[in-house]
């Protein structure tokens, strides 16, 4: 089993920054596939970004140029950085993790961007 944890959301300006985090633990062996998705009430969860373990990045082209994914292996971690948001970023964004083609996912943080 991996547990996933996620932090730095919170509140923000339009046009401000934020750096998502998100740590895997428990029994990892090779992750493969490590990514962000975004869910806001009564929609279904988005795409954001994803890359891989060899560090090919892609992104939802809502996102793409102001956002942007990396990976610590050595740290179990993926970033996701923010940039330029605004206020149709909000949302709860979850970390998703692969692992031998099991998905993981984390309970989600609250992404806010006030206009």
């Known amino acids: 089993q991996v547990q996933l944890v996620e932090s730095g959301g919170g509140l923000v300006q339009a046009g401000g920054s934020l750096r998502l985090s998100c740590v895997a633990s428990?029994?990892?062996?090779?992750?493969?596939?490590m990514g962000w998705h975004r869910q806001v009430p009564g929609k279904q969860r988005e795409f954001v970004a994803g890359?891989?373990?060899?560090?090919?990045?892609s992104y939802a082209s809502s996102v793409k140029g102001r956002f942007t994914i990396s990976r610590d292996n050595a740290k179990n971690t993926v970033y996701l950085q923010m940039n330029s948001l605004k206020p149709e970023d909000t949302a709860t964004y979850y970390c998703?993790?692969?692992?031998?083609?099991?998905?993981?996912w984390g309970q989600g943080t609250q992404v806010t961007v006030s206009s």
């Open positions: 998703q993790t692969v692992q031998y083609g099991v998905s993981y």
């Open positions: 428990g029994s990892i062996f090779r992750i493969d596939f």
């Open positions: 890359i891989s373990s060899g560090g090919s990045t």
